[in-house]
């Protein structure tokens, strides 16, 4: 009795999952979301984790028919941690934005965007601390200031170095 009811509440919440990530189904991601060991697929697509979760459901079934124990305590652990992950991923998921595996062009335009975002943002902070570079009275002060911008200056010069990577990139993709 507790294994069929244990069978289908597993059934209802894969159900439940499937709906709630029927939008996220072919939205593919940079790498893997999950650790080896919680999925063997190694896809960036949602599909493919729910229908992994759905195959050990049908094994669990298979278990229970044949009667073994062992494996169905393990497969329903391990189908529980599965539907868990899953839940909280589909949950994430609008946060997740930046890691969308989208057309290759597409993608390096956006990384240009950020680092060219970066960059405006490191400027602002080095006039910032240049200004305040200027008005400070001690000579901690001078000296604290004058390695923020050192290192804002660093930052800034990595900065513009992977900003003519990607448009490097984007050159040769655009050809």
């Known amino acids: 009795m507790k294994t069929a009811l244990l069978l289908e509440t597993l059934q209802n919440q894969l159900i439940a999952l499937r709906a ?10 940079l790498k893997p979301r999950f650790d080896r060991q919680l999925f063997r697929t190694r896809s960036t697509l949602m599909k493919d984790y729910l229908d ?4 050990h459901f ?4 298979r278990a229970v028919k044949q009667a073994q124990p062992e494996q169905v ?3 329903a652990g391990h189908l529980t941690e599965q539907i868990t992950a899953l839940h909280r991923e589909i949950t994430a998921w ?28 490191l400027f602002e902070m080095k ?18 200031l004058m ?11 990595r900065c513009r170095q992977a900003l003519e990577e990607i448009e490097r990139v984007i050159a040769r993709m655009t050809r």
């Open 20 to 29: 709630q990530a029927s939008p996220l189904m072919q939205h593919a991601t």
């Open 94 to 121: 609008p946060l997740r934005a930046w890691d969308s595996a989208s057309s290759g062009t597409g993608k390096w335009q956006r990384k240009r965007l950020e680092h060219q975002d970066f960059e405006r943002r």
């Open 52 to 55: 992994e979760a759905q195959a």
């Open 58 to 61: 049908e094994e669990l079934q």
């Open 127 to 144: 006039r910032d601390r240049e200004k305040q570079l200027e008005s400070a009275e001690t000579l901690d002060d001078q000296q604290r």
């Open 73 to 75: 305590a393990w497969l």
């Open 147 to 157: 390695r923020e911008v050192s290192a804002l200056e660093g930052r800034i010069t």
